[in-house]
């Protein structure tokens, strides 16, 4: 059915004039309110005042002017119903075609913490919704606009066949339902906060994506976007190659991701990512050299895992992913000594993840596996502030924990000297991306450039982290270097010297000295923790008795 007739009233006046005087160009009878007629009839664009239409002057300071038969009686007359017609024409109703309208600036107002209920409250729209739902039900024969990004669509449309389709206008009234109800969603909340001191979370994600299982394959799984989300992530990132990617693709690809963007961005980073733990995190000249320092941190455990960058991959970092052989090193208990023996696990990855990649390392990487999922990740944007996680019967949001340190205070007679604050900065940073307890072991491999080398997540108890599993694995891993450069001598007195310099991190306090005296007699040097434990002072005489060094920083760093 031709358009014929058209309300138009805007609080987001993008565009509008310019689309009505389009409207206007091809015969549309323009209807209008307050502040958007005054602005289009000082554009030049003929209207006709709503007040005109009803017979009834706007009143109550705007609060009154659409909600009248003569306009909703327009909006939803079903053409192709008799009695609908002749109600119109029984009551001197014109049938409104076309509507074009956005809300007051409820959500933009309440952004601000300090308003007032009352300016919250005027800017609740009542009209505008009302004459949203009204046209978007009869959307078979009302085109609906609420955002701008729509109208030149349905001016190609209007200018070619007079009128709007119907998958375009279906299109269109759902849009104006998913605007209505986060719009009352958002009133819901600030009202219940306001004025009944109750907290309430109304979520809403859009795009969902059927995934072929979740996190095992007896699970069913959807992944759903935030569309209000800025940040570069994984959500957003553009899938260049591969398979369609998994639940727990995702998943690992966005703990990947979000432990390089912790990085600055001038300086190259990588992180191998296995069950959403850091087995490999580095830093370097290149990323290449980042990425070779991380697969460093646990070869074997980085088969099948999942890579990010925080810089464009490039056809050197592509070719270290050819594969090849790794020495593995297993503690024999009997013998008390790593015995070596030959992995063939080459240096296949899941997932790379970066904000960039050449078209020499796609076309190598894609050569080299068609199975790969290349990913590019959005430009960095505007961060947010809050993250959220389902138990059963309810939902827990929280801060994001968006720093590292609050403070950088050494606590002991031995000071932290040269790159050394630096180092436990990096070595931090690798400890908050692992899962609780958390210790790691970071190392200056280079000056200025470090790596992770050796890891202990998600333990019982922060002893075990340390001794059974990031000390054994820095030893392991210093040892295939041992012998990958050929070295001849005392490895017992080079893995002493390595560990002497190395930087150990606790996601979070160390409640009693014994961590400390543990670490002494491994031959750990230098301690970064949060503090902030009632026996603090027990590991800092520790530290001084022993001759360590140790820094608090103020934050834990739990993940779990």
């Not at 058209?6 to 509008?16: F, R, Y």
């Not at 050796?454 to 599993?469: F, I």
């Not at 270097?481 to 310099?501: I, K, P, V, Y």
Request: charged fraction near 25%; glycine fraction near 8%.
């Amino acid at each position: 059915m031709k358009v014929k007739r058209a309300l138009v009233s805007v609080s987001d006046k993008t565009g509008i004039i310019e689309f009505s005087k389009e409207l206007a160009k091809l015969g549309i009878e323009i209807l209008s309110t307050g502040g958007t007629a005054k602005a289009l009839k000082g554009a030049g664009v003929p209207v006709t005042l709503v007040s005109e239409v009803t017979g009834f002057p706007e009143i109550m300071d705007g609060r009154v002017k659409t909600l009248h038969p003569k306009i909703h009686g327009g909006l939803l007359a079903v053409r192709d119903n008799p009695v609908h017609m002749a109600a119109l024409r029984e009551n001197g109703i014109d049938p409104i075609d076309l509507v074009v309208i956005n809300l007051y600036p409820f959500l933009k107002v309440v952004e601000n913490p300090e308003v007032s209920l009352e300016e919250a409250i005027e800017n609740i729209d009542i009209g505008g919704p009302a004459m949203l739902r009204a046209s978007a039900k009869n959307h078979k024969d009302v085109a609906v606009l609420t955002d701008p990004k729509d109208y030149p669509e349905v001016l190609s449309q209007l200018r070619t066949r007079g009128e709007v389709d119907l998958k375009t206008k279906q299109y269109l009234a759902v849009k104006v339902y998913n605007l209505t109800s986060r719009y009352d969603a958002a009133i819901d909340a600030f009202l219940s906060r306001r004025c009944l001191e109750r907290e309430k979370l109304h979520l809403y994600y859009d795009q969902g994506e059927m995934l072929r299982y979740g996190e095992n394959s007896h699970q069913k799984a959807v992944f759903y976007k935030d569309p209000a989300s800025k940040e570069s992530s994984v959500a957003y990132a553009k899938v260049l190659s591969g398979k369609a990617m998994s639940y727990n693709n995702y998943v690992d690809a966005n703990a990947a991701y979000e432990a390089v963007k912790d990085i600055p961005v001038d300086i190259a980073a990588a992180a191998v990512i296995k069950h959403t733990n850091p087995c490999g995190f580095a830093t370097g000249e290149t990323p290449r050299e980042a990425l070779e320092r991380a697969w460093e941190g646990d070869p074997i455990s980085a088969f099948g895992g999942v890579i990010a960058c925080n810089q464009q991959v490039d056809l050197d970092f592509a070719r270290f992913l050819k594969g090849d052989s790794v020495k593995h090193y297993s503690y024999q208990v009997k013998k008390g000594e790593y015995i070596p023996t030959e992995v063939s696990t080459g240096k296949f990855v899941e997932v790379i993840v970066a904000p960039g990649f050449s078209l020499e390392a796609v076309e190598f990487l894609t050569q080299k596996s068609k199975m790969i999922r290349l990913v590019e990740a959005s430009p960095q944007g505007k961060g947010e502030a809050k993250t959220f996680r389902a138990i059963t019967g309810g939902i827990l949001l929280q801060d994001r924990d968006q720093q590292i340190f609050d403070r950088f205070e050494v606590m002991t007679q031995k000071p932290f000297d040269g790159n050394l604050k630096d180092l436990a900065t990096f070595t931090m940073t690798a400890c908050k991306h692992t899962k609780s307890n958390a210790v790691v072991l970071g190392r200056e491999y280079a000056p200025g450039r470090f790596q992770v080398m050796g890891m202990g997540a998600g333990q019982p108890n922060r002893v075990d982290s340390m001794r059974k599993l990031s000390v054994t694995k820095a030893k392991e891993n210093l040892k295939r270097e041992w012998e990958a450069q050929g070295s001849s001598g005392d490895f017992e007195a080079f893995w002493q010297g390595e560990l002497g310099r190395m930087v150990m991190a606790s996601d979070a306090f160390l409640p009693f000295d014994d961590t400390i005296r543990e670490a002494h007699d491994l031959g750990i040097c230098f301690v970064v923790q949060p503090g902030g434990s009632m026996r603090d002072e027990d590991s800092i005489k520790a530290c001084d008795e022993l001759g360590m060094s140790m820094a608090f920083t103020g934050l834990r760093h739990f993940n779990h």
